[in-house]
T-cell receptor, first 114, second 115 residues
Framework: AQSVTQLDSQVPVFEEAPVELRCNYSSSVSVYLFWYVQYPNQGLQLLLKYLSGSTLVKGINGFEAEFNKSQTSFHLRKPSVHISDTAEYFCAVTLSGGYQKVTFGTGTKLQVIP | DVKVTQSSRYLVKRTGEKVFLECVQDMDHENMFWYRQDPGLGLRLIYFSYDVKMKEKGDIPEGYSVSREKKERFSLILESASTNQTSMYLC??????????????FGPGTRLTVT
C-alpha cells in the first residue's frame, strides 16, 4: 500500500518570498501524484498533477512541483508567494493501473505574512 | 466545469439522531467518495462507490453507511450520531480510478457538529 508524508504541518513565509512545501511518498510501484489546495471554508481543488513524462509539473497560480523518483518526493514550490496563497495544501498519491485508492497526506498550512 | 454540491454547509445535530449528508455531481462521473477531515489527520476515506448501488468501505467506515441509488447522488448516513463524529465531511467524484481519470473533484464540505 502507498503512503504520503507531509512533514511540515505549518509553514509561515513572508509575502513575495519563495516557498517549498515538502511531500514524500512510499510505494514500490509506479505512482501518480497530486497537489490540492484548500482555501478557508472551501473544498479541495487540484493545483497540479504528475502522471508521466516531464518531472517538472506546472500548475495553477504559479505553483510547480518536481517529481523525484530516487528521493520519492514531489515537493511543491512557488518563487514568490502572495497573501492569497494562504491556504492548506495536500499532497496525494495513487498507484498506476487498475482500480487504486487515492491516499492523502495530512496537509501543510501555508501562512503568508504581509 | 465539474460541479459537486453538498446539501448543507453547516449542520448541528444531537447525539443519537440519524443524519443524512447528500452529495450530487453533474459530470456523469463513475466514482464518488466520502471523506472526513480533521485537524492534523488530513482526509480519511469513509466509503466510496464505483457504480450505482455499489459501495466499498474505506479506512474508517464504522458508524457510517452510504447509499447510491442514482449515478449522480451519493449519500452518507450516520445511523446514530455521536460527538466523535463532529467533523468536516467532504464529498468527491472522479471519472475513473487510474491516471488522469483519478483526479478527484470536491464539494465545498459540510461542517457537522454533534452535541
Amino acid at each position: 500500500a502507498q503512503s504520503v508524508t507531509q512533514l511540515d504541518s505549518q509553514v509561515p513565509v513572508f509575502e513575495e518570498a519563495p516557498v517549498e512545501l515538502r511531500c514524500n511518498y512510499s510505494s514500490s510501484v509506479s505512482v501518480y501524484l497530486f497537489w490540492y489546495v484548500q482555501y478557508p471554508n472551501q473544498g479541495l481543488q487540484l493545483l497540479l498533477k504528475y502522471l508521466s513524462g516531464s518531472t517538472l509539473v506546472k500548475g495553477i497560480n504559479g505553483f510547480e512541483a518536481e517529481f523525484n523518483k530516487s528521493q520519492t518526493s514531489f515537493h511543491l514550490r512557488k518563487p514568490s508567494v502572495h497573501i492569497s496563497d494562504t491556504a492548506e495544501y495536500f499532497c496525494a498519491v495513487t498507484l498506476s493501473g487498475g482500480y487504486q485508492k487515492v491516499t492523502f497526506g495530512t496537509g501543510t498550512k501555508l501562512q503568508v505574512i504581509p | 466545469d465539474v460541479k459537486v454540491t453538498q446539501s448543507s454547509r453547516y449542520l448541528v445535530k444531537r447525539t443519537g439522531e440519524k443524519v443524512f449528508l447528500e452529495c450530487v455531481q453533474d459530470m456523469d462521473h463513475e466514482n464518488m467518495f466520502w471523506y472526513r477531515q480533521d485537524p492534523g489527520l488530513g482526509l480519511r476515506l469513509i466509503y466510496f462507490s464505483y457504480d450505482v448501488k455499489m459501495k466499498e468501505k474505506g479506512d474508517i467506515p464504522e458508524g457510517y453507511s452510504v447509499s447510491r441509488e442514482k449515478k449522480e447522488r451519493f449519500s452518507l448516513i450516520l445511523e446514530s450520531a455521536s460527538t466523535n463524529q463532529t467533523s468536516m465531511y467532504l464529498c468527491a467524484s472522479s471519472r475513473g480510478t487510474s491516471g488522469r481519470a483519478a483526479e478527484q473533484y470536491f464539494g465545498p464540505g459540510t461542517r457537522l457538529t454533534v452535541t
